[in-house]
DNA sequence: ATGTCC
């Protein structure tokens, strides 16, 4: 595939054959001259084919192959002309990240550190399947489908706050549960509150570094601070949704007169009764996720309050934001100078709405949408700030994570004769997993360079850097 | 990501 430099932080490939736009990579030339993504660029251009698609089929510098479209990719569709495909949405619906700041300082916790990571990982189930934090009739699981993060507050189970600082207020209006199939009902009714497996976790860490004071102010961090970062999603009715949507699409697709380069791109007008119908399941899935991160961090909140012994008031646990980052989204954006209505699909990738965007809330109406950006377990993760380039150059879009240079695989066949989790506390953290193989899939060597991610993105203008978090401890499935 | 194959 050839690619054409056309910015210092972006690169293009030429339209060409059924191509209705150009694809865009956004990354460094160091990224650029290293890239061997082969397969995840030919999804870009596959992707770049689909009906109604405006500008350029994208893709962030943490690209890497997905199940039709690319992860790290994003794709803009005009809403009236345009199609909505759960392959550009992902398996996990409303993956997300949720980051809350403490009054606490690291020399707090640093005696308590062992008993901490060990009570969490007691409180906060997790693994695959893994169950039990919450359990909910069907019927209720219809209101946590409507309702998302609201519904668990409403339950005693965190703060009004929490929700205005989470994306879309925690929850996509759109959502209709009458469109959910039994299976996913029966899969969702006992995982609210889990955390899962894979690459989802929950991290102690602190505040290492700040790059932007005033934005830090605005997000209420500050350095040494301690922080909880949690990574997790709409677990298995996610799953089930995404997996029922992908087996209907693939049948409606074939009555429609659209010509694919790849199965796996099945599609429906967004206009039309299929595609209202994915929209209306992604958004339950999206607000069970909503609702699930929003228990994850009451589960936070308790489990801190008992081992440290203090109050509420005294651990001051606050939300920073919680983003999405597999989601379609129906959005107002300015294409070649005109106002449009567009579906934007973000696989792997963050909104990044800038300052003054009337969607963000209004405590980060000065400094833009915080943006949260996980690394690995043993290096560090990123928060940063929406732009204006954004919104011109990406559809308000950013990375979402460092993204996998190894496959599973690998990973494991490198991490053979080691102590992952050994060699993650000889760089002081510590690490409570429950998967077999879940540490050696997700060492630190399986991803890439999350300062070069983040540098790259910054670089163009993508969002901008406002602090860094180092980890303490962790919970990982 | 995922009751890692109903």
Redesign the pocket.
């Known amino acids: 595939m050839q690619l054409k430099q056309i910015s210092p932080y972006c690169y293009e490939i030429p339209q060409s054959g059924s191509m209705n736009v150009p694809g865009r990579v956004f990354m460094s030339e160091r990224m650029a001259s290293a890239l061997s993504e082969e397969e995840a660029l030919k999804q870009v251009a596959n992707v770049a084919t689909l009906p109604g698609i405006l500008t350029a089929a994208m893709a962030m510098p943490d690209m890497h192959w997905g199940y039709g479209f690319p992860i790290g990719g994003v794709a803009a569709f005009d809403w009236d002309t345009g199609v909505i495909s759960p392959g550009g949405v992902g398996?996990?619906i409303n993956?997300g990240v949720r980051l809350a700041g403490t009054g606490l300082e690291k020399k707090e916790i640093l005696p308590a550190v062992e008993r901490l990571v060990t009570a969490l990982f007691q409180n906060i189930p997790s693994g695959?399947?893994s169950t039990g934090s919450v359990k909910l009739s069907v019927k209720e699981e219809m209101r946590v489908l409507r309702e998302g993060g609201r519904w668990a507050v409403r339950q005693g189970l965190g703060e009004p706050s929490d929700v205005e600082r989470t994306e879309d207020g925690g929850c996509m209006a759109e959502a209709d549960p009458s469109v959910i199939s039994e299976?996913a009902l029966?899969?969702g009714t006992r995982?609210l509150g889990t955390l899962?497996?894979?690459?989802?976790f929950l991290e102690v860490g602190v505040v290492d570094e700040i790059f932007d004071e005033r934005a830090a102010r605005a997000f209420g961090l500050f350095p040494d601070q301690v922080t909880v970062l949690l990574h997790s999603?709409s677990?298995?009715l996610g799953?089930?949704v995404c997996d029922d949507s992908l087996a209907f699409m693939a049948r409606h697709v074939r009555t429609l007169d659209i010509q694919l380069p790849d199965r796996q791109l099945a599609c429906a007008m967004i206009r039309s009764e299929a595609g209202r119908r994915y929209f209306a399941a992604m958004a339950c899935a999206a607000n069970y996720a909503w609702a699930n991160r929003q228990i994850l961090l009451h589960r936070a909140r308790e489990t801190f309050q008992q081992v440290l012994g203090i109050g509420p008031r005294d651990l001051a646990m606050h939300q920073v934001y919680d983003i999405c980052h597999n989601i379609a989204k129906r959005e107002e954006h300015t294409v070649d100078g005109k106002k449009r209505i567009v579906c934007v699909h973000r696989k792997g990738a963050t909104r990044a709405f800038p300052p003054g965007h009337p969607a963000v809330c209004e405590a980060y109406r000065q400094t833009g949408q915080p943006i949260l950006i996980p690394g690995d377990m043993g290096t560090a993760s990123y928060v940063m700030a929406g732009t204006r380039t954004a919104m011109a150059q990406s559809f308000g879009s950013t990375c979402h994570g460092a993204g996998r240079v190894l496959s599973r695989k690998a990973a494991k066949k490198r991490s053979r004769g080691r102590a992952i989790h050994r060699e993650l506390a000889d760089k002081g953290i510590l690490v409570k997993w429950t998967?077999r193989s879940t540490l050696a899939e997700e060492m630190p060597e399986a991803y890439k360079d999350i300062d070069q991610v983040v540098d790259a993105v910054h670089g163009a203008g993508l969002s901008k850097k406002v602090a860094r978090l180092r980890p303490v401890c962790v919970i990982k499935?």
């Open positions: 398996y996990d993956c695959v399947g299976r029966m899969r995982q899962g497996s894979g690459n989802h999603g677990r298995g799953y089930q998967g499935g």
